[in-house]
């Protein structure tokens, strides 16, 4: 069965440093989402990929972090300089090209900000 | 704009007992209704989902209504088991989300042998 990869699982970097994730989606799918998940709480969006290009990026905090899926398959979140507050899952997800389709997640990376 | 509410936990409950989870949501549109768990040191993963009024989704012994007419989307199981022991996050998607889903805090649920 496919899933959705992310790399790496576990991240534990000091504050002001940079931070990279790794999604690699569902081949064929589409759509692509990150989502950051705070401990105690539900994902929230941070950005929305339509293969290579940004559909929503609206709660993404474009000062330190910035995403790109340049060939429209994988894709990569970055964060810098890194903050205590961005200590958090980050979760992948992708669906089919038809958006209203069914997201599948894939395992998030942990990241821990001292 | 869209928001989910959900029962906060902990809930415990022991083998065999009902399980009643309660969500209810604020959403514009018609949205599509879902229900996630989380297994521990797991991603999220699907557990039934509804697109229209009064559909009900159902899997693995759960299921849930979508009300419309209360805006709720209760989770509901007849006899839980120990296995069932996860965070529970109810969910929804509409198209003036651009299709992104609006998680609720989640539930944790434990059942004890």
């Known amino acids: 069965e496919a899933e959705v990869a992310q790399s790496p699982r576990y991240k534990i970097t000091e504050k002001s440093q940079a931070v990279a994730f790794w999604c690699d989606p569902i081949?064929?799918?589409?759509?692509l989402y990150w989502y950051r998940q705070i401990l105690g709480q539900g994902p929230e969006l941070l950005v929305q990929?339509?293969?290579?290009?940004?559909?929503?990026d609206s709660q993404l905090p474009k000062d330190r972090f910035s995403a790109e899926r340049l060939k429209g398959v994988d894709s990569t979140l970055k964060i810098q300089p890194a903050e205590l507050g961005d200590s958090a899952m980050y979760l992948c997800?992708?669906?089919?090209?038809?958006?209203?389709?069914?997201?599948?997640f894939g395992p998030g990376t942990r990241l821990t900000v001292t | 704009g869209n928001s989910v509410t959900q029962m906060e936990g902990p809930v415990t409950l022991s083998e065999e007992a009902f399980l009643t989870i309660n969500c209810t949501y604020t959403?514009?549109?018609?949205?599509?209704l879902f229900w996630y768990v989380q297994y521990p040191g797991e991603g999220l993963q699907l557990l039934l989902k509804?697109?229209?009024?009064?559909d009900k989704g159902s899997n693995k012994g759960f299921e849930a209504t979508y009300r419309k007419e209360t805006t709720s989307f209760h989770l509901e199981k007849g006899s839980v088991q120990v296995s069932d022991s996860a965070v529970y996050f109810c969910?929804?998607?509409?198209?003036?989300?651009?299709?992104?889903?609006?998680f609720g805090k989640g539930t944790s649920l434990l059942v004890t042998p």
């Open positions: 997800a992708s669906s089919h090209r038809d958006r209203g389709g069914e997201q599948y």
């Open positions: 081949s064929g799918h589409a759509t």
């Open positions: 990929f339509q293969d290579e290009s940004v559909v929503d």
């Open positions: 959403a514009t549109g018609y949205p599509s």
């Open positions: 509804a697109t229209k009024a009064d």
């Open positions: 969910a929804l998607r509409s198209s003036n989300s651009g299709y992104a889903l609006n």
